[in-house]
């Protein structure tokens, strides 16, 4: 048995650092380490509630938009007031066009280096001139004999699989796509001002009072993006997920999955009715069941903070807290900057494969079609168990995008028809309560993120915030149950502990 | 230098370069050549600590040149944790591997942890030790984003973990501060190319930004300028007064406050910038701004009037004229000396220089 320390996991936001037992090969025992904090609930603590969004915002770079919404909504509940329907279509197609700026980013810059080898493409007999053009690219890279941040990949590693001719195309597309994710984040600042950190969604409502033109631009640049999405990522998924088909066989994980849901039914503004509905399914059971934020709770007993921080308090609880108290990195004791974040006392996996799920078993428009699809193109039709693994997140992904895209242009029509018809409504004016609390419960593409606030004396009482990495890196609970994605690299085999290619690709799944 | 990407995006860098710098387009094709002889690409070291990956991702949403263009064909960035192929071992070989081959460029992001340094490890490294270490070798230090800058988001009151600016950490004479929340794309681009095209850094003001950028307030270019001085302004969001462009002055925009070239080099492509979506300027490009303008909604006090005392005059505003005449009288040095170190200041050169 050997323990094998991977310092820093790239190609990621954020910083992990994983260590796992390994035993004649395969990884016997693992465990999660984030090595940040900023004390984002400490600092937010007395500001004027109309900051909080923009402060709470801050939590992720890469995920903004969907973190500036979620403060806004727990935020205008507890000022107790409602958005007109014309902001709620504005804030989708923020958040539909951040989707696709991560999901595109995650597939091709974040997760593709651990399936396309780079090298190989250099020899793959180029069929087309575009895709000789890309190669000579390529080839002219590699002569220069500076490889930048290529250099020390894991190229020519026995677990890659793609014939040189994929890894061309593949990489052709990695090049694409880096310009296909500034057109996304192009499209969101036609409403937002800016991405990232978007400057258009205080409490009430939106802003912005877009003109049909601005409407028109974002449709203009947001169908070349969709295009990408229905007519390159989502082929490419399933031409990589045919070559790494052993993956169904790896990265389960804790088989208890859920989501807040995203993409507001804006007749409704029912969590249930969402594009990409709320719901949790538990122990692998391929059923619903309602999910509430009253759920959820923490404890901290592999985590550097004071007791006081968990005990299984839910985050909205009015003595929640989060205190640091770092000792030292112990696998045995305390190791993570995460706390152990459950709901009914069960570790939760979050993200696409979660959201794709409950669409699935909901029956939300779109999902049950797709998904289908899918597994019948990958040759087990029928079996949607096949996707409870590192194969389902790799697919979830693209497959998502393609449901996101379908909700934008829906969502487009409805705006062009108010807009023209006159329905002119961006904002409803509100005031700062003295006191309230609220709950702002919604999804960034990589899971599910709740603001929890609290108002007193018309300042922010008490602010915590539980992000996509708190279910997904959560910490072992107190009887040892390891977090999903400890327990998703149980079983995960490591050819060269040197370059540890496999424990990569199921950490990326999660899009850490 | 191996140039492959097409030649017209090619000269728009150099344009878009040159009128940042306030250079003439008459500039282009020198740029041009400076950038084409060097011999090899120069490295980069892109470190993040505590942050958001927010700066990188706006470096990625570039469009002249476009993120592929900077990472294949501008510069060799050996070390970045959100796009680099290696992870763990490999990752830091590719670090140290560049560190001892030296003449590299060091761009931060995020603050640096000091009151709790383990707030902030990579391969059991704290921030503090890692900062240290890769930037005494380099030959020059950009700090990216208000968090590496001046601390940032994390750094405000009570600053739990002690969060600190690069400066602070290892002198700010030893940084060029590109602040923002996050940094601008053109302006991180423009300063990088200043550096290897002049050899050193451009002329910064007192809090370590280049004055070519930062020289101007948000409210002297600003499209909204002219109902500011005419006492038109937006009372409500979502109003007749938006629809017509009218100035968010009393919706608490810290434009009048805020030293930043959004106005010229807006954001995303040119689409779009926050004043343009109807919100106020938050002045995420000041030092300190989390807690110095807190209150986002509240009116910015002390800004005069048009009609009652006047219109503010900007007294520090600063022309071009004073940047194209400090370019004109350095020239420009072939991008090559960069790659070896040459570009290192006269008073700590020997510190990581190879020749």
Redesign the interface.
């Known amino acids: 048995m050997a323990r094998v320390v991977v310092d820093p996991i790239t190609r990621l936001e954020g910083h992990l650092r994983i260590e796992v037992e390994v035993d004649n090969g395969v990884v016997t025992d693992a465990w999660a380490t984030t090595t940040l904090f900023r004390g984002f609930e400490i600092f937010i603590k007395d500001r004027d509630p109309r900051d909080a969004w923009h402060i709470a915002h801050r939590i992720c770079g890469v995920c903004p938009t969907s973190h500036g919404i979620a403060a806004t909504m727990g935020l205008e509940e507890s000022f107790g007031v409602t958005p007109p329907d014309n902001a709620v279509v504005i804030r989708n197609l923020m958040e539909a066009a951040q989707y696709q700026h991560s999901h595109i980013l995650w597939f091709y810059a974040l997760n593709a280096f651990d399936y396309v080898d780079v090298e190989s493409a250099l020899s793959a007999n180029a069929t087309t001139p575009a895709l000789k053009a890309v190669q000579e690219r390529l080839q002219a890279f590699v002569d220069s004999g500076q490889l930048g941040f290529l250099a020390n990949g894991y190229w020519g590693h026995p677990g890659m699989l793609l014939p040189p001719e994929v890894n061309l195309e593949l990489a052709a597309h990695y090049l694409q796509s880096l310009d296909i994710q500034a057109k996304a984040a192009r499209a969101l600042a036609v409403f937002g001002g800016k991405f990232p950190y978007h400057m258009s969604t205080p409490p009430g409502g939106v802003t912005v009072v877009p003109t049909i033109q601005d409407v028109l631009n974002y449709e203009q640049i947001m169908k070349e993006v969709n295009d990408f999405v229905r007519n390159v990522m989502v082929p490419d998924t399933l031409a990589a997920g045919a070559a790494y088909i052993d993956l169904a066989k790896i990265g389960g994980g804790v088989n208890n999955f859920f989501t807040w849901g995203v993409l507001e039914d804006v007749a409704s503004r029912d969590p249930y009715k969402r594009a990409l509905p709320r719901g949790a399914i538990f122990d692998g059971k391929l059923s619903v069941e309602k999910v509430s934020p009253d759920d959820a709770v923490e404890y901290v007993p592999h985590s550097w903070y004071t007791a006081e921080s968990g005990g299984g308090k839910n985050p909205g609880a009015a003595d929640a807290t989060t205190e640091p108290e770092y000792t030292e990195l112990n696998t045995d004791d305390k190791y993570t900057w995460t706390k152990t974040t459950q709901i009914k006392d069960k570790q939760m996996e979050v993200g696409p494969l979660a959201r794709m799920l409950v669409a699935y078993l909901s029956d939300a428009p779109g999902a049950k079609k797709i998904i289908d699809d899918t597994l019948s193109a990958l040759g087990v039709p029928g079996q949607v168990e096949v996707l409870l693994s590192a194969l389902g997140r790799l697919a979830a992904r693209p497959l998502e995008a393609a449901l996101v895209a379908d909700k934008m242009e829906a969502d487009l029509a409805l705006l062009k028809e108010n807009i023209t018809s006159g329905k002119g409504e961006w904002f409803t004016q509100n005031e700062v309560p003295e006191s309230g609390t609220g709950v702002g419960a919604w999804d960034a593409p990589r899971g599910s993120l709740a603001h929890f606030n609290r108002i007193e004396d018309s300042k922010i009482a008490n602010y915590q915030a539980t992000p996509a990495s708190n279910w997904n890196f959560s910490a072992r609970d107190d009887n040892g149950t390891r977090g999903p994605v400890e327990e998703a690299l149980i079983g995960t085999p490591v050819a060269d502990p040197e370059a540890p290619l496999e424990i990569l690709r199921v950490v990326h799944t999660f899009d850490p | 230098m191996?140039l492959?990407i097409s030649r017209r995006d090619f000269l728009k860098l150099c344009g878009g370069t040159a009128a940042m710098l306030g250079l003439s387009q008459a500039w282009v094709p020198q740029i041009a050549r400076a950038l084409e002889q060097a011999a090899?690409?120069p490295?980069v070291i892109w470190l993040?600590f505590?942050?958001?990956?927010?700066?990188?991702?706006?470096l990625?949403?570039?469009?002249y040149p476009?993120?592929?263009t900077i990472?294949?064909d501008v510069?060799?960035?050996?070390?970045?944790?959100?796009?680099?192929?290696?992870?763990?071992?490999?990752?830091e070989?590719?670090l140290e591997?560049t560190v001892a081959a030296g003449g590299y460029i060091t761009i931060v992001e995020g603050a640096v942890?000091t009151g709790?340094p383990?707030?902030?490890?990579?391969?059991?490294k704290t921030s503090e030790e890692i900062v240290k270490e890769v930037t005494a070798g380099g030959a020059a230090t950009v700090c990216v984003g208000t968090c590496s800058s001046y601390g940032g988001?994390?750094a405000?009151?009570?600053?739990?973990?002690g969060?600190k600016g690069v400066g602070e950490v290892i002198g700010e004479d030893k940084v060029i501060n590109v602040p923002g929340?996050?940094a601008n794309p053109d302006t991180m681009v423009s300063t990088i190319v200043s550096y290897l095209l002049f050899g050193k850094a451009p002329e910064l003001d007192s809090r370590g930004r280049p004055t070519f950028a930062f020289s101007q307030k948000i409210h002297d270019h600003c499209e909204r300028r002219a109902h500011f001085d005419s006492g038109h302004y937006v009372e409500?969001?979502?109003s007749e007064e938006?629809?017509k462009g009218y100035c968010l002055y009393k919706m608490g925009c810290k434009g009048p406050e805020t030293h930043s070239p959004c106005p010229l080099t807006l954001?995303?492509?040119k689409?779009?910038?926050?004043?343009?979506?109807?919100?106020g300027c938050?002045g995420?490009m000041e030092p300190d701004f989390?807690d110095e303008f807190?209150?986002?909604?509240?009116t910015l006090p002390d800004t005069p009037i048009p009609g009652f005392v006047g219109v503010k005059t900007s007294a520090d505003y600063v022309g071009s004229t004073l940047v194209t005449a400090t370019v004109a009288g350095i020239g420009i040095h072939a991008i090559a000396s960069a790659a070896k170190g040459r570009f290192k200041e006269a008073d700590d050169a020997g510190e990581g220089s190879d020749d």
């Open positions: 191996q492959d090899e690409r490295p993040a505590q942050g958001c990956s927010g700066c990188l991702e706006s990625a949403k570039a469009a476009d993120i592929a990472v294949l510069i060799s960035l050996n070390y970045v944790d959100v796009l680099m192929a290696p992870s763990g071992k490999r990752a070989k590719s591997d942890a709790i383990e707030a902030m490890t990579i391969a059991g988001v994390q405000m009151r009570p600053n739990p973990t969060a929340c996050p409500e969001y979502g938006e629809t954001w995303n492509s689409q779009n910038w926050c004043i343009g979506c109807g919100n938050i995420c989390w807190a209150g986002f909604y509240d």
